[in-house]
């Protein structure tokens, strides 16, 4: 089984910033992708920032230029650096994991529990 441990949400004021932190642990074999998801209530689950093996990134065009994606893969932990937070930034922030369990399994997606980010006007 794999488990993701996320940290790091909470209340802060527009233009203020907040680090956010997701452990992978369990039996794994290899990761092929970590990510940051965020939902609202009433809308779909969407991509924030993702990063693969290679450490190429990838943003939603809403955060790009303030968020930043990083990992440490000894720790095999993801990080969300989120800076000039605005109120729309608002949502539940979800881990994402895509890992392999076994040599011979497929790839497949894992999720955290989530953690609540909110931004005041």
């Known amino acids: 089984q794999v488990q993701l441990v996320e940290s790091g949400g909470g209340l802060v004021k527009a233009g203020g910033s907040l680090r956010l932190s997701c452990a992978a642990s369990g039996s794994i074999f290899s990761i092929n992708a970590m990510a940051w998801y965020r939902q609202v209530p009433g809308k779909q689950r969407e991509l924030v920032a993702g990063?693969?093996?290679?450490?190429?990134?990838n943003y939603a065009d809403s955060v790009q230029g303030r968020f930043t994606v990083s990992r440490d893969t000894a720790k095999n932990t993801v990080y969300l650096q989120m800076n000039s937070l605005k109120p729309e930034d608002t949502a539940v922030y979800y881990c994402n994991l895509v890992a392999r369990l076994t040599y011979f399994s497929s790839p497949r997606p894992y999720w955290g529990q989530g953690t609540q980010v909110t931004v005041s006007s």
């Open positions: 990063i693969n093996t290679d450490g190429n990134t």
